[in-house]
T-cell receptor
Framework: AQSVTQLDSQVPVFEEAPVELRCNYSSSVSVYLFWYVQYPNQGLQLLLK??????LVKGINGFEAEFNKSQTSFHLRKPSVHISDTAEYFC????????????FGKGTKLSVKP | NAGVMQNPRHLVRRRGQEARLRCSPMKGHSHVYWYRQLPEEGLKFMVY????????ESGMPKERFSAEFPKEGPSILRIQQVVRGDSAAYFC????????????FGPGTRLTVL
């Protein structure tokens, strides 16, 4: 069975500092990987996705993530965060060709302080 | 192009009542997914539907919960005889036929059972 582990439940950082949100997954098959962001009392917005090709994926709002198959990781990074990046970030995985059933991690709350 | 729409945004029910949650997918999307988010948890898959068909309901509780996506109109998630443990945020997502690997989420319905 697939699972997703987000190692940090909360990450506090200062504005303009770099940030990395960690995500590890376990699966016996090839997977697609996603990062979503959830602002307070809102739905999830897709930040970026890895389906195939280059292992470095660039998304919206200056975020990027790198797929590392050997370490089964898909960590999210941003070189310089803004106050507006304060939100909860979810990593998710799905089987290639499964057509549905995203498996989500428990989320990481990013808190950006001035 | 409007995004995924869900209504109501907030729903309060007393124990034993019925809850009906509606989801209108993005224009041109024929696949709908329902997820439940409990406090301090990630999203959990419930059901995946296409028009008039349930494709995967492996995440649905065996009793009291049902979902449909009729030929015309929104998808409905129905919870009969609600209990306090049903209190959660329920999110709907949709995807187009040509890109079922990527899901776009609505703002969610927050159900509170008194």
């Amino acid at each position: 069975a697939q699972s997703v582990t987000q190692l940090d439940s909360q990450v506090p950082v200062f504005e303009e500092a770099p940030v990395e949100l960690r995500c590890n997954y376990s699966s016996s098959v090839s997977v697609y990987l996603f990062w979503y962001v959830q602002y307070p009392n809102q739905g999830l917005q897709l930040l970026l996705k890895y389906l195939s090709g280059s292992t470095l994926v660039k998304g919206i709002n200056g975020f990027e993530a790198e797929f590392n198959k050997s370490q089964t990781s898909f960590h999210l990074r941003k070189p310089s965060v803004h106050i507006s990046d304060t939100a909860e970030y979810f990593c998710a995985v799905s089987d290639r060709g499964s057509q549905g059933n995203l498996i989500f991690g428990k989320g990481t709350k990013l808190s950006v302080k001035p | 192009n409007a995004g995924v729409m869900q209504n109501p945004r907030h729903l309060v029910r007393r124990r034993g009542q019925e809850a009906r949650l509606r989801c209108s997918p993005m224009k041109g999307h024929s696949h709908v997914y329902w997820y439940r988010q409990l406090p301090e948890e990630g999203l959990k898959f419930m059901v995946y539907l296409q028009k008039e068909n349930i494709i995967d309901e492996s995440g649905m509780p065996k009793e009291r919960f049902s979902a449909e996506f009729p030929k015309e109109g929104p998808s409905i998630l129905r919870i009969q005889q609600v209990v306090r443990g049903d209190s959660a945020a329920y999110f709907c997502a949709s995807s187009p036929l040509q890109d079922t690997d990527t899901q776009y989420f609505g703002p969610g319905t927050r159900l509170t059972v008194l």
